[in-house]
């Protein structure tokens, strides 16, 4: 089932129109689904080229999967129209950040027509049984200034590692 992502209050993005995103379990791997629709031309979209391992995404438009599993921690995909991927894993909340190691890079297809954007992927995961996920994404708009989207909000800034944000089961 498809949701919606909404813009965090303080980041509004009047040149998105609509913005949702699906994700669904298959064993060990998780499939993602971003779509993005409204003024593409004012946001700061990647050219797509060579998936390649990267850092900083979230520093400009990007697409986001925060996963956890019980007391495991939890893991952060970053997703970009260009292909670039990173993912990490972290022991609790925003603490021992690591370079999530021994996956396959993420089999990434984007799109882009008729004033929608979209981003499919396939992600393998280090853990089998139940999952919390939550979606997110980064959107830069032309001039540099940055929106935060996600399907729910936790008070105050925009913080998607915050648990309350991990709303999908799966």
């Known amino acids: ?8 209050p303080d980041t509004p993005c009047p040149a998105v129109s609509r913005f949702e995103a ?14 993005l629709a ?15 391992l990267t850092d900083g995404l979230w520093e400009h438009t990007c697409f986001e999967a925060f996963v956890a599993a019980g007391d495991a921690g939890y893991l952060e995909f970053n ?12 022991d609790g909340y925003r603490r021992g950040m690591a370079p999530l190691e021994g996956i396959d890079p993420p089999r990434l297809e ?5 004033g929608a954007l979209e981003l499919r992927a396939v992600l393998d995961l280090p853990w089998q049984g139940p999952l919390r996920v939550g979606l ?11 929106s935060y989207w996600a399907l729910r909000h ?13 709303v999908l089961d799966l």
């Open 1 to 8: 089932m498809r949701q919606t992502l909404q813009p965090h």
């Open 22 to 35: 699906f994700a669904e379990r298959e064993g060990a791997r998780l499939r993602l689904s971003y779509r």
């Open 38 to 52: 409204g003024d593409l031309d004012a946001l700061a979209i990647p050219a797509p080229a060579a998936a390649v």
């Open 79 to 90: 997703l970009a129209p260009s292909k670039a991927w990173a993912a990490y894993r972290f």
């Open 110 to 114: 984007v799109a882009q027509a008729g």
């Open 136 to 146: 997110a994404a980064v959107i830069e708009e032309t001039g540099g200034r940055l």
């Open 154 to 166: 936790p008070p105050g800034q925009p913080d998607f590692h915050h648990a309350d944000g991990f």
